[in-house]
Each structure stands twice: as structure tokens, then as C-alpha cells.
């Protein structure tokens, strides 16, 4: 069975929406929430459902037919890699609603109708609840309504704010799995190696990166941290060093080539140029020796 890899093809911060009664509630929470996602707020299950539905959640497609067939039944799929990268340049990916937070006790649609009615959308559920409603959070739970519960006390803001981040990846995770598994082959899949894959993952969290889009040409991520900065983590497989060097004409022991990554360069109607970086990391895998390395975009 294939496992969707730790290391998403995408990932940014999606859209909140926030449904409760309690005006001081939603608002405070609101607040606190907006600080790494957009947040809708609203104050009835009924106006919330209408605004997750008028919302129109993209639905991105990265997969296509090729026009190189082999035969009259055999119909080959590629990957336009170069539309994930083009996410990052599309404002709209902050306003997609993936995440459901809605309190419990509502007047008219109540929290588990709410998740009764989006139980085929793939926005991540949660569902506040007091101390007395929990046997209905864990029926909701138990029944695939709800994804998480949250009990309202002095610390909701915070509970909620580092389970709206997991339930983040696991959103990423369900609507990226086809377009993982077309990535699985081509060379370089470094988000298939799990050695590479916890490299990148530490500089994410050293370099307080929220959103990243897989890129090639060459390979790696271009990344953004919460200050904006942009950044491309460049990552290289042992054979994709080795094409370079053999497009360049070299042995690697040349000055300069020894321990760096290399690139070849082809400007218009030139011969190819020579690029190399300094790897701030080897990473060691069955799959062999890669080399990663940051630059500003």
C-alpha cells in the first residue's frame, strides 16, 4: 500500500473557519488564531455552512495525460511540478478553508450537524465542547464527524492553536496523496526518503519556515518563514550531481567541484555554466548520499 511521505509535495497556511455563539468566545479566539492563518468567523452553524459553500475551496490538479502514448490503452499520467511551485505566487491559497472549528451547543444547526452536513469535504473538523458534552464529542469522534474535540477552558487558545497545526498536515496529507504517489518515480524523489525527508524537516523548524512548495530545476523546495522571507532549500542526489558533471565535462576533483554541489547552467545558445553551492548538510540513505544546501530566492 502506498504511504503518503512525511515531506508534502505543498503545504501552507489554510484558512480557519470558526463558528460560535458566544460573542467574546469568537472573538477572543479569533484573534488569537488570526496570528498564523486567515480566520472566518461566524455565529450560527447556518452561516457557516453558506460560507464554507460559497467559498469554493480550489480543488489543484497537478496531474495530466501526456501526449506521449505508447498505445491505443495505455495512457501514461506526468506531474506538472512546475504548478505546485506556482502556488506560492497565487494569494488565494490563504482564504482555502481546511479547517472547521465550530462549537457544540449552538441554537438551530448545533456543532455535530454542521460536521454532519461538510462530512465529505475535506476541511479538518473540530468540535468545542463543554465538560458536559464529551460523551457526544467521543460518539462524533468514534462515528468520523469530528476529527478532534477541544474542551473550552483558561488554556482553548493555545490547545487549539497546536492541534489546528497538526490537523493542518493531515489535511495536506488526504489531498496530496495522488499527486505524492505520481511523484514517487521521477529522479531526485527526495520527499520519498525518510533520511532526507527529517534533514529538511529540522531546517523547517530551525528556519521557522510555514510554507513550502516542491520546485525542480533544479530540485528541492522553495520555502517561506513567517517574517516572508523567501528561501529555495536545494537538495541533490548523488546521480544528479554525476549528470551534471558529465554535462560540464568534469571529473568533480576540479577546484571548487570537490565536496559542492554542481549545476549546469545552459544559457540561450551557450555552452553550459558551471554553478556550485556549499551543502550545508550530507544526508546518508540507502537510497545514497544527498547534499542540501539554501539560497535566497
Same mark, same amino acid.
Given at each position: 500500500? =502506498?504511504?503518503?511521505?512525511?515531506?508534502?509535495?505543498?503545504? $501552507?497556511?489554510?484558512?480557519? /473557519?470558526? !463558528?460560535?455563539?458566544?460573542?467574546? /468566545?469568537?472573538?477572543?479566539?479569533?484573534a488569537?488564531?488570526?496570528?498564523?492563518?486567515? !480566520? @472566518?468567523? +461566524?455565529?450560527? #452553524?447556518?452561516?457557516? /455552512?453558506?460560507? $464554507? &459553500?460559497?467559498a469554493?475551496?480550489? &480543488?489543484?490538479?497537478?496531474?495530466?495525460?501526456?501526449?506521449?502514448?505508447?498505445?491505443?490503452?495505455?495512457?501514461?499520467? *506526468?506531474?506538472?511540478?512546475?504548478?505546485?511551485?506556482?502556488?506560492?505566487?497565487?494569494e488565494?491559497?490563504?482564504? +482555502?478553508?481546511?479547517?472547521?472549528?465550530?462549537?457544540?451547543?449552538?441554537? #438551530?444547526? %448545533?456543532?455535530?450537524?454542521?460536521? +454532519?452536513? /461538510?462530512?465529505?469535504?475535506?476541511?479538518?473538523?473540530?468540535?468545542?465542547?463543554?465538560?458536559?458534552?464529551e460523551?457526544?464529542?467521543?460518539?462524533? @469522534? %468514534?462515528?468520523?464527524?469530528?476529527?478532534?474535540?477541544?474542551r473550552?477552558?483558561?488554556?482553548?487558545?493555545?490547545?487549539l #492553536?497546536?492541534?489546528?497545526r &497538526?490537523?493542518?498536515?493531515q489535511?495536506?496529507?488526504? *489531498?496530496s496523496q495522488?499527486?505524492?504517489?505520481?511523484?514517487?518515480d521521477?529522479?531526485?524523489? =527526495?520527499?520519498?526518503v525518510?533520511?532526507?525527508?527529517?534533514?529538511?524537516?529540522?531546517?523547517?523548524?530551525?528556519?521557522?519556515?510555514?510554507?513550502?512548495?516542491?520546485?525542480?530545476?533544479? %530540485?528541492?523546495?522553495?520555502?517561506?518563514?513567517?517574517?516572508?522571507r523567501?528561501?529555495?532549500v536545494?537538495?541533490?542526489?548523488?546521480?544528479?550531481r &554525476?549528470?551534471?558533471?558529465?554535462?560540464?565535462?568534469?571529473?568533480?576533483?576540479?577546484? #571548487?567541484?570537490?565536496?559542492?554541489?554542481?549545476?549546469?547552467?545552459?544559457?540561450?545558445?551557450?555552452?553550459?555554466?558551471?554553478?556550485?553551492?556549499?551543502?550545508?548538510?550530507a544526508?546518508?540513505?540507502?537510497?545514497?548520499?544527498?547534499?542540501?544546501?539554501?539560497?535566497?530566492?
Amino acid at each position: 500500500m =502506498f504511504t503518503t511521505p512525511a515531506l508534502l509535495p505543498y503545504q $501552507y497556511p489554510v484558512a480557519a /473557519l470558526l !463558528v460560535d455563539d458566544d460573542p467574546g /468566545l469568537l472573538s477572543g479566539l479569533s484573534a488569537g488564531l488570526s496570528r498564523e492563518r486567515r !480566520v @472566518f468567523a +461566524e455565529a450560527s #452553524g447556518e452561516r457557516a /455552512l453558506d460560507r $464554507y &459553500r460559497r467559498a469554493a475551496t480550489p &480543488r489543484h490538479s497537478f496531474l495530466r495525460r501526456s501526449r506521449d502514448q505508447t498505445g491505443l490503452t495505455e495512457h501514461r499520467v *506526468v506531474v506538472d511540478v512546475t504548478g505546485i511551485a506556482s502556488l506560492m505566487d497565487q494569494e488565494e491559497r490563504h482564504a +482555502e478553508i481546511g479547517l472547521l472549528v465550530v462549537d457544540y451547543k449552538m441554537p #438551530g444547526l %448545533n456543532g455535530v450537524e454542521l460536521c +454532519e452536513w /461538510l462530512r465529505h469535504e475535506p476541511c479538518r473538523r473540530i468540535l468545542l465542547t463543554g465538560v458536559a458534552d464529551e460523551r457526544v464529542a467521543v460518539q462524533a @469522534f %468514534n462515528s468520523g464527524l469530528i476529527h478532534q474535540y477541544v474542551r473550552k477552558d483558561h488554556d482553548t487558545l493555545d490547545r487549539l #492553536g497546536a492541534l489546528m497545526r &497538526r490537523e493542518q498536515l493531515q489535511y495536506f496529507r488526504a *489531498v496530496s496523496q495522488t499527486l505524492s504517489e505520481g511523484l514517487r518515480d521521477r529522479l531526485g524523489a =527526495f520527499e520519498h526518503v525518510p533520511a532526507v525527508c527529517d534533514a529538511l524537516l529540522t531546517l523547517v523548524a530551525q528556519y521557522d519556515i510555514v510554507e513550502y512548495y516542491l520546485a525542480t530545476e533544479p %530540485n528541492g523546495l522553495l520555502t517561506c518563514d513567517r517574517a516572508g522571507r523567501r528561501r529555495r532549500v536545494l537538495v541533490q542526489s548523488e546521480p544528479e550531481r &554525476r549528470s551534471a558533471l558529465e554535462i560540464l565535462g568534469a571529473s568533480g576533483h576540479e577546484a #571548487g567541484f570537490e565536496g559542492a554541489m554542481v549545476y549546469a547552467d545552459a544559457p540561450a545558445d551557450s555552452p553550459p555554466q558551471a554553478r556550485t553551492l556549499r551543502p550545508l548538510m550530507a544526508v546518508a540513505s540507502p537510497q545514497g548520499m544527498y547534499l542540501i544546501a539554501m539560497e535566497d530566492c
